[in-house]
C-alpha cells in the first residue's frame, strides 16, 4: 500500500513559480509510474503531467507544456512538479497519484480511473 504526501502549494502572483513535492511510502517507488492532477472548484479532476519510472518519459497537458516540468528522484521517493510561469487558470488542489505499472502500459495515462493511490492534495492559488 503506497502513501503518497505532497506539499508545496501556496499562493503566488501571476508569473511566478512553485514547486510541488510529492513524497511516497509503503512501496518500491522505482517501480510506480507517478503522476499529477488537478481540480479547480466546480470542476473534475484533471490530468497534469506523468511520469515514467525511470523518468525517460513525460506526458503533459497541453496548456501546461513548456510551463510545467515533472521530475522524479527514486533515491528520495520523491516525485516534482516545478510550475513556472503560473496563471490564474492554474488555480486548484494539486493531487499526486501513482500506479504500479509502466507508464507506457496505460490505456489511459491521462484519466484518473487508471491510477491506483492518491495523495491528499496542496492548494495552488495564482492571483492576477
Known amino acids: 500500500q503506497v502513501q503518497l504526501v505532497e506539499s508545496g502549494g501556496g499562493l503566488v502572483q501571476a508569473g511566478g513559480s512553485l514547486r510541488l513535492s510529492c513524497a511516497a511510502s509503503?512501496?518500491?517507488?522505482?517501480?510506480?509510474?507517478m503522476g499529477w492532477f488537478r481540480q479547480a472548484p466546480g470542476k473534475e479532476r484533471d490530468f497534469v503531467a506523468a511520469?515514467?519510472?525511470?523518468?525517460?518519459?513525460?506526458y503533459y497537458l497541453d496548456s501546461v507544456k513548456g510551463r510545467f516540468t515533472i521530475s522524479r528522484d527514486n533515491a528520495k521517493d520523491t516525485v516534482y512538479l516545478q510550475m513556472n510561469s503560473l496563471k490564474p487558470e492554474d488555480t486548484a488542489v494539486y493531487y499526486c497519484?501513482?500506479?504500479?505499472?509502466?507508464?507506457?502500459?496505460?490505456?489511459?495515462?491521462?484519466?484518473?480511473?487508471?491510477?491506483?493511490?492518491w495523495g491528499q492534495g496542496t492548494q495552488v492559488s495564482v492571483s492576477s
Open positions: 511520469i515514467s519510472w525511470s523518468g525517460g518519459t513525460a
Open positions: 497519484a501513482a500506479v504500479n505499472l509502466p507508464l507506457t502500459a496505460m490505456k489511459l495515462p491521462r484519466s484518473q480511473v487508471g491510477w491506483g493511490y
Open positions: 509503503g512501496g518500491t517507488f522505482s517501480s510506480y509510474a
